[in-house]
């Protein structure tokens, strides 16, 4: 079991940055690829971006290239989601997710996911 903890959402005027964080714990040799999804309001889980297993390849959602960047420290065993240029459609549930077996944005190969993190951009 991998168990996954998000912090640093909050509250951003549109055009700021927020930095979130995930701490995995538990048997994290096996939290594989990783990545964020969001789900705002009436709308499905969507995703944002994804990680390898040892970070060297990443992945975007075409709504946050160029503005978001995911990293990971394996030496603390913590996900990265760097934002930047927020505009209020980024206002969602931000949820960390591990345990896929290969880099992927389909939320069905992660195993594990976290409560989820407040993210809201005001105008």
């Known amino acids: 079991q991998v168990q996954l903890v998000e912090s640093g959402g909050g509250l951003v005027q549109a055009g700021g940055s927020l930095r979130l964080s995930c701490a995995a714990s538990g048997r994290t040799f096996s939290s594989g690829a990783m990545g964020w999804f969001r789900q705002a309001p009436g709308k499905e889980r969507e995703f944002v971006a994804a990680i390898s297993r040892v970070g060297t390849i990443t992945r975007y959602a075409d709504s946050v290239k160029g503005r978001f960047a995911i990293s990971r420290d394996s030496a603390v065993n913590t996900l990265y989601l760097q934002m930047n240029s927020l505009t209020p459609e980024d206002t969602a549930v931000y949820y960390c997710?591990?345990?896929?077996?290969?880099?992927?944005?389909?939320?069905?190969?992660?195993?594990?996911w976290g409560q989820g993190t407040q993210v809201t951009v005001s105008t």
């Open positions: 997710a591990a345990g896929a077996p290969t880099l992927s944005s389909s939320p069905t190969l992660f195993g594990y």
